[in-house]
């Protein structure tokens, strides 16, 4: 995709029925043999619902990929549901399944810029970071123990996502495989 092409596709393309599939290895430490272990699995992401109010859309979205690296204590990784919100280019994590901004933590606008910093409003310290990558962007999000990644593929949505947390070995990796359009 040439940059203008890139600009002008959708980041996230999320609707009813949307679903992207995914290729995942996770490696935790087990503390029962004192080893690292490592599994592989696949994993879905599919939006469940949509519904608009005031300019805001609220997709419903079950295995958000962020839920890969939710609890090291289980033997598979569970599928939890949580909403994102579309305002415009304005692409937020919703703190209820309703189409609204109230509570919402912004995380970016499209389109993002090689180099930007995407600082939630009440955060100084930790933001994501935009990186250029052959697909798309890079969005990584560093803290001081974790690191996360979405790379996003415009006309697909997220392409590859990582977590890492350091200390105590937890990471994830999932790789796209499919992705199907929604209605």
């Not at 600009?7 to 599939?21: C, E, H, S, Y």
């Not at 909403?83 to 389109?111: C, I, V």
């Amino acid at each position: 995709m040439t940059l203008e092409q890139m600009i002008a596709a959708d980041p996230l393309p999320l609707a009813k029925g949307a679903k992207w599939t995914y290729n995942v290895t996770v490696k935790r430490y087990d503390p029962d043999s004192d080893k690292e272990s490592t599994k592989t699995l696949t994993w879905t992401t599919e939006v469940l619902d949509a519904h608009e109010a005031n300019g805001v859309t609220a997709f419903r979205v079950k295995g958000w990929p962020t839920d890969l690296a939710s609890d090291l204590e289980s033997a598979a990784p569970v599928a939890t549901e949580r909403t994102l919100l579309r305002s415009g280019n304005n692409f937020l994590f919703g703190a209820t399944t309703e189409p609204t901004l109230d509570g919402a933590e912004g995380w970016f606008t499209w389109p993002v810029i090689d180099g930007q910093k995407i600082c939630p409003k009440t955060e100084t310290v930790y933001c994501w970071q935009v990186t250029a990558v052959d697909t798309g962007y890079a969005l990584s999000f560093y803290t001081g123990p974790d690191e996360q990644t979405f790379d996003i593929e415009p006309g697909t949505g997220v392409s590859r996502f990582h977590y890492a947390h350091h200390g105590t070995t937890n990471e994830v990796e999932a790789k796209l495989t499919s992705y199907t359009k929604g209605h």
